[in-house]
């Protein structure tokens, strides 16, 4: 078996005693950073083995090795000036993109709008859970993690299910111009520039473009975009 890690403003890792795995985990609002800790490690098989406080900290953690899952929140504190990756999701994904067998991630978090959610999922995350899980929640969430079994909170899994019997929306004007040139192979970055818009909002578009086609990355947005004639 596997170990499991959060992270919320701080970051912090785990590792199994069995197997030994392991995993990092962050400071919630809602849960004092000592007692999660606590939390965690009154489990046999779970041990706390990294903290840090930033999003680009929680991907050289995860990149230095000896983590198998990772706790991660989507907002962090302020990091150093000109950090490229300020998110959780932006770390799940930095990290998946970085390693051949990046650690699972768990997303913890107070957020739950549809967005925080699908773009966690698409970055990466293996489960999501809000803070407000009762202690054992957390613990056999982290279990299921490192076992790459999906683990959802009741509401995130209801707003999932909700979303998946509910007619999606048409896309907007500036949602077909971005998805538009995402077809034509255009990065994040050169998207931005020719319709002016920071990455960050680019993000945004596609994070809600994909929530309307039901897809979790750009060749499927494009190609069921296709198949709708969309494009």
Do not use: C
Request: cysteine-free; glycine content about 8%; charged content about 25%.
């Amino acid at each position: 078996m596997s170990a499991n890690s959060a992270a919320f403003d701080h970051l912090t890792g785990f590792r199994w005693r069995q197997g030994d795995p392991s995993l990092a985990d962050a400071e919630a609002q809602l849960y004092d950073l000592g007692v999660l800790r606590s939390v965690l490690e009154e489990a046999e098989d779970i041990k706390v083995v990294a903290e840090v406080a930033t999003a680009e900290g929680a991907i050289a953690t995860a990149q230095a090795g000896g983590i198998d899952v990772i706790l991660m929140d989507l907002r962090f504190g302020a990091g150093a000036e000109g950090q490229r990756v300020t998110t959780g999701a932006q770390a799940t994904a930095a990290s998946r993109e970085s390693m051949p067998h990046p650690p699972k991630v768990l997303v913890v978090t107070n957020y739950d709008t549809d967005a925080d959610i699908l773009g966690a999922i698409e970055a990466g995350a293996v489960g999501y859970l809000l803070k407000d899980a009762p202690p054992e929640e957390l613990v056999a969430a982290v279990r299921s993690t490192a076992r790459g079994d999906a683990t959802m909170s009741p509401v995130v899994r209801d707003r999932l299910e909700t979303r998946e019997r509910t007619p999606r929306s048409s896309l907007t004007p500036r949602e077909l111009e971005v998805l538009q040139l995402v077809a034509a192979g255009s990065s994040n970055r050169e998207i931005g520039r020719q319709l002016m818009l920071s990455e960050a909002t680019v993000k945004s578009h596609l994070v809600h473009i994909y929530d309307k086609l039901g897809v979790r990355s750009r060749t499927s947005a494009v190609a069921s975009a296709r198949e709708q004639g969309v494009l």
